[in-house]
């Protein structure tokens, strides 16, 4: 479904937004991931955060392109998500629930075609939020919006809008969120001198504080197994990360962050290895 069409409101602005946040922590996260030919695939988690820590073991289970995924959290939550492709052509099916909260429960459905796609959810219980977004257009330009009602209070809680261009080297998009009081612009563009890597800036405004806040990120491809991120906003905070492949699907992150402009401040590191036998 990934291949075709203008994409879906969430990936608008997706590839820099990835550049400029995707595995960036302050905290200690080790995961190991194994995987069978049967189609199980288990993962075990332990993150160190703060000084508390707290774990999760997850299992996945694929057949015929059937999905079932299952998570048990150091608190007892147990979290169960079936994905059933292709009911209807072009669509997805997804339903999830979250132990022992029965009012959890919620049922996605998302449809992509050439030239729109869009996703439904809506809540399980007596009182459900609906959420919704489409985008239209093609895989170079497309417009979209999302918005969720909450049925409890009978009122839009969440309202945004988003347009995107893709270009064979490079992407811009617009985005108008938190029910018109932001909006952020970003521009990235493939650079042949970070060995595939990118360049990035955006600019986000708060209408309703006149805040306006600038950062520019690049990512430079190493050597293929090797990849270093930073980025710097106009209030002074610069992370730097440096993500290496062990072996096939393994990979060693890690990360730093720093207030250039609050000295006294000591630096946040951390790092997260994920391990796949």
Known sequence: MSGKGPGFFSDIGKKARDILTKDYNSDQRFTISSSSDTGLDLNSTLVKSRGLSSGDVAAEFKYKNKTVHVKVD??????????????????KSIASIRLPDYNSGKFEVQYLHDHVAFTT?????????????????????????????????????????????????????????????????????????????????????????????????????????????????????????????LTHKSFLTISGAFETQALEKSPKFGFSLLLKP
Do not use: W
């Open 74 to 91: 150091t608190e007892s939550n147990v979290l169960t998500t079936f994905t059933i492709p292709d009911v209807v052509p072009s669509t």
């Open 121 to 245: 959810a809506v809540g399980l219980n007596r009182s459900p939020a609906i959420d919704f977004s489409a985008t239209i257009g093609t895989p170079s330009i497309a417009f979209g919006a999302e918005t969720s009602f909450s049925t409890s209070i009978r009122k839009f809680t969440k309202y945004n809008a988003g347009v995107c261009l893709k270009m064979p080297s490079s992407n811009a998009s617009v985005i108008l969120a938190d029910k018109g009081d932001s909006m952020k612009v970003s521009y990235l563009h493939e650079l042949d001198r970070l060995n595939g890597g990118a360049a990035v800036g955006e600019i986000s405004r708060r209408f309703s504080t006149n805040e306006n806040t600038l950062t520019v990120g690049c990512s430079y491809v190493v050597d293929p197994q090797t990849v270093v991120k930073a980025k710097l906003n106009n209030h002074g905070n610069l992370g730097a990360l440096l993500q290496h492949e």
